[in-house]
């Protein structure tokens, strides 16, 4: 990026990112901040809360304060491609997509134009350039890490980013925020859609696409119920689907196993170890290696790592075999819960985060060999 002293923030108006911008300026650097409004449709949308939170910590720390609007970039690259994967019968994760779209794509070429030398964010992860190229890390506080999520960002956008949180945990983070005297010391974490929030699912997911309504079987093709669209449910699901208590079955929940989108038919079984959620095979498309791949660095097309499949999930042993240069198979050492297409197989080697790939398709496998040796 350009002019040396500048680093610009991407403020959220939460805790997080105040927090970075704080730590920026008293380590002695020229701080602006950015604040991105990408969702402006509803009731809901509680951007304009978020702003003035950011104003109100901009004003205490006496930096400036840049508002900017992606909202068309935001629906374009991330909320069209969230709707089709629903429409696919996919579970997607538009954190992914915002990261390397939104705040490491438009925002960061963004900053480039006002000549920052770096942008920094609030997520807990961390950069090591000391083997001559810049590696992601997990970051230190294990139950925030959030290299799930930035792991299909490019390396060369990383060589201008800052992560000032890295090495904290979250309740270092308050703390910092509460001596400050910073207003958001005690804001909530967002949740929900990323940039969009937490709101009633299914009514929202409505307004945009038209699922059909169908059948709802047991696994012994058996109609128990009525789903409301398949868009509306992802495997591994229990609230929300309506068959309690069903008489002639135990009591008990039931969960969702499968998603027939050629049928339209959702599959669902009941108890929470029941066979038909569990995995150890699944199939990815292309894959996004941060670094070089484990296959160019060894020469081998099967390589042991270890995965994740959801964000906060413990790292699963695992072998992957890379079939092509556009799919992976991935053989887990024990069997994994709802493993949902559309979501992120994320591989590491230690706190080395290095790279991954969207889930196409998972089964049970008993030929798996991978663990015998």
Known sequence: MGKKGL??????????????????????????????????????CEAATDFQDARKVCVQLQIPLHRINFSKEYRKHVFERFLKEHEQGHTPNPDVLCNREIKFGVLLNYARRLGGAKLATGHYAQLDCSRGETRLLKGLDADKDQSYFLHSVKKKYFNDVLFPLGQLSKAQVRAIARQAGLPVSEKKSSTGICFIGERPFRPFLGRYLSPQPGPIKNEQGRVI???????????????????GGLPGYPPGPWYVAKKDTESNVLVV?????????????????????????????????TFRCAAKIRYGQPDQPCVVTCRTDKDLEVFFQNPQRSIAPGQYVVFYQGDHCLGGAKIRSAKMREECLAFAV
Not at 16 to 41: F, I, P, Q
Not at 225 to 243: A, E, F
Not at 269 to 298: A, D
């Open 7 to 44: 680093h610009l923030v991407a403020l959220s108006g939460g805790v997080d990112s105040a927090v970075a911008a704080l730590r920026l300026k008293e380590s002695g650097h020229e701080v602006h901040c950015l604040h991105m409004t990408n969702w402006e449709e509803d009731k809901y």
């Open 269 to 301: 079984v009941q108890g929470k170890s029941h066979p038909l959620l569990f995995q150890n095979w699944l199939q990815t498309g292309s894959p996004h290696w941060i670094n070089r791949s484990p296959k160019e660095l060894n020469q081998d097309k």
């Open 225 to 243: 119920g009525k789903h409301h669209g398949l868009p509306y449910y992802t495997v591994g699901q229990r609230q929300g689907l309506g068959i």
